[in-house]
């Protein structure tokens, strides 16, 4: 609510005489103020009614003080109603000056509530306090009176992440027309609550630790609900994983399992090792590294037992090593495999090795002269080897004296192990 005109403004006229029982007229900003009258009151809780237009005295001034709300255009004309002056913006839209606080809010990302003004547009600069019912989960828009929801950013123009809002947090914003809007106003610059701070250049750390934080336990789930309160966290049960909550492009997590469950691969959103589906055991642990706006990438696997990451996605023990003679194994794969070893398995002692002894890969002649050695195809389904068709199809060094020797076939058997 404005003052806008009081008992001791004098009107005069081009040659500077009062303007004497003229009228003063007061309308919609922007429009004719005669023919788009407003009302006009006496008091400044806008109880007590005026006419509109207002006449001048002897003086040139009206007799009442005259209070209206927000904008308004005016127009003062003399006795004879001709117009002496005319201005189509006047006075300050009130909304767009006061601190409105919401009532009925409701909702985590999408948010509304009501002013108590019955808004039918937002104004520049005009600010909105709120309080939270629930932590966001994502990106947050505001909506007052169904006006139109609008994005609510942080540090200017960045959206909101996982639990920027808290639970009953005071939430302060202001709408910018340019950007078309909310820029979070109070949210605290500290590092207790500024999920990401920027510097000007490198951290020096001084002589400390980077340490990181060990958020809470995370129940397993096909979107694992991984929050900010960390970067280490413990995944307990056993529900398969298809997804992870997303943060910031380039957001570093460590997942420690508490179980078996299934890490599903796909390209697009959870990127694996391997570029194949991942069983855990307890006590393994996974890098993950967020590369795209929706994407997860494992950038290592620890194992507990210490054994390969991969482990053999295939393996077959115990083949018959036939001169001339082809092997056909079905991987059970998704793709053919990227990686494949051939081991040897002593049965017989000769050329100095004994019983058990396993040598491979790598350590016998493979496509080698004199018909010995083998050939290896793999496609989406099986694995084929062809042995060379000489009587020993292989040939090695012998273990005490390293001389090339030819294997008896029947003494030893092959050992196939395939990775994605």
């Avoid at 409701?106 to 909105?128: E, H, K, M, P, R």
């Avoid at 307890?282 to 997860?296: I, K």
Wanted: overall charge negative; charged content about 15%.
């Amino acid at each position: 609510m404005t003052a806008v005109l009081d008992e001791h403004t004098q009107f005069v006229d081009t040659a500077g005489s009062p303007v004497v029982g003229g009228n003063v007229y007061f309308g919609t900003a922007g429009a004719d103020p005669k023919l788009n009258p407003i009302s006009i009151f006496s008091d400044r809780a806008l109880t007590v009614a005026l006419a509109n237009p207002q006449t001048t005295d002897a003086l040139g001034r009206v007799t009442n003080k005259v209070w209206l709300d927000g904008k308004y255009s005016m127009r003062v004309t003399d006795s004879a109603d001709v117009q002496i002056y005319q201005e189509l913006d006047n006075g300050v839209d009130a909304a767009s000056t006061a601190v409105v606080g919401l009532t009925s809010v409701a909702g985590a990302n999408t948010i509304t509530a009501v002013s108590g003004l019955s808004l039918t547009a937002y104004n520049d600069c005009q600010v909105f306090i709120f309080g939270t019912v629930s932590a966001n989960t994502g990106a947050v828009t505001l909506n007052v009176d169904a006006v139109g929801a609008k994005a609510i950013v942080k540090n200017n123009d960045e959206p909101l992440e996982n639990a920027d809002f808290d639970a009953d947090m005071k939430i302060e914003v202001i709408y910018n027309l340019a950007n078309d809007n909310f820029e979070w106003a109070n949210q605290k610059t500290g590092l207790d609550r500024d999920t990401t701070p920027q510097a000007a250049g490198p951290i020096d750390m001084n002589s400390h630790m980077d340490q990181w934080s060990k958020g809470a336990d995370v129940a397993s789930a096909a979107a694992l609900p991984v929050l900010n309160d960390g970067n280490y966290f413990d995944v307990t049960g056993t529900t398969t994983i298809t997804s992870i909550a997303t943060f910031r492009i380039g957001t570093v997590i460590r997942l420690q399992f508490d179980g078996a469950l299934t890490i599903t691969h796909n390209a697009a959103t959870l990127a694996l090792l391997g570029s194949a589906n991942i069983t855990t055991v307890a006590g393994d642990v996974a890098t993950f590294v967020q590369d795209g706006a929706s994407l997860w990438r494992m950038v290592g696997l620890q194992r507990e037992d210490g054994t390969s990451p991969f482990g053999p996605a295939f393996t077959s023990t115990g083949n018959t090593i036939t001169s001339a003679g082809q092997l056909v194994l079905a991987h059970g794969l998704s793709a053919a495999p990227r990686r494949i070893f051939l081991y040897i398995l002593c049965g017989t002692a000769e050329l100095g090795y004994s019983i058990g002894d396993l040598l491979g890969p790598n350590n016998f002649e493979v496509n080698g002269s004199g018909n010995r050695g083998v050939s290896i195809v793999a496609d989406a389904t099986n694995i084929t080897i062809r042995f060379g068709a000489a009587t020993g199809s292989l040939s090695v060094l012998t273990k005490d004296t390293g001389l090339d020797n030819n294997i008896t076939n029947t003494s030893w058997t092959l050992e196939v192990r395939a990775y994605p």
